[in-house]
């Protein structure tokens, strides 16, 4: 969880019209993906009786959206 302190390093960047189109396409694609993951996992989900699986499966689609961001955006800058 210690790695979101990395988004800080934005904190100094003044941000012009190609950052935020770049940061804007980035999440988009990001949301989609994770919405596209957590659909199979929540119906997977009402079949799972133990809740340490429910944890890590409700954790996988976080992890997979912030990774889709992350490269993203590197890609695009």
Known sequence: MFGFFGFFFYAK??????FLLHFRKAATK???VGGIVMAPII???FAIESSAWLRL???IPF???MAIFVIS???FE
């Open 13 to 18: 960047i003044v941000p012009d019209e190609l």
């Open 30 to 32: 990001a949301f989609f």
């Open 43 to 45: 119906v997977i989900s």
């Open 57 to 59: 499966c409700l954790t």
């Open 63 to 65: 992890f997979v959206s």
């Open 73 to 75: 955006l590197a890609v």
